[in-house]
């Protein structure tokens, strides 16, 4: 009897989660439908959903908390703007980080010599980055997300745009203009010098 109860609310919570995510799915498609219309309130929502997840992307590839508020700040005007270019093709999550993934790289090539900065031989000088608040709350993430910034550019962005965004090496290495073998040669960099710098500290992730 014990276990044919566990059972039947096993079913009924995962029922509930079921309806709770399509619930937040039909919610979430109302704002999209009444922002292209317009309505500030229900972009609004947009923005408070997704937020923290944009501004931690990017974070991670700019390294720097000034320059991934104003991207940030420009990744949501321009949603703001072209909002209805979202076809639906999509998840409306996956299409909003892909327009945050293009601003922030556009934004990295308007630095000055970014080119030579991203592919420079000679290794740079490794600058502690302070964890923003806004990354959340979790011990263990801002201690990664504190030594993804640390990584050399190339290979923290190689690591973020696979490792964190999904994107395939056939894909980065276009959005990049570098060769596949690079990028691949870059995200075992960037792994490596992330489990040796979290075993310093103390930490075990898998990575």
Known sequence: MIESNFLDNSIIIDA?????ADAEIQQEQQWI??????????????YLRY???????????MADKDSAEDVCQEVFVQLWQKINHFRGESKFSTW????????????????????????????????????????????????????IAKLPERARL???????????????????GMAVGSSK???????????????????HDDI
């Open 16 to 20: 509930a989660n079921v309806f709770t």
């Open 33 to 46: 439908a009444k922002a292209k219309e317009g309505d500030q309130q229900a972009f609004h929502h947009l």
């Open 51 to 61: 937020h923290r997840k944009i501004y931690a992307l990017c974070w991670r590839m």
């Open 96 to 147: 909003l980080h892909s327009v945050a993934t293009n601003i922030a790289l556009g934004q990295l090539r308007k630095q000055k010599n970014w080119l030579q900065r991203v592919f420079s031989i000679e290794e740079q000088p490794v600058e502690e980055q302070a964890v923003d608040p806004e990354l959340g709350k979790s011990t263990q993430l801002s201690v990664l997300d504190r030594n």
């Open 158 to 176: 190689v690591f973020v745009l696979f490792a964190v965004e999904g994107y395939r090496h056939e894909e980065i290495s276009k959005m990049l």
């Open 185 to 203: 040669s870059q995200y075992h960099r960037a792994k490596t010098l992330l489990r040796e710098w979290l075993t310093i500290e103390g930490v």
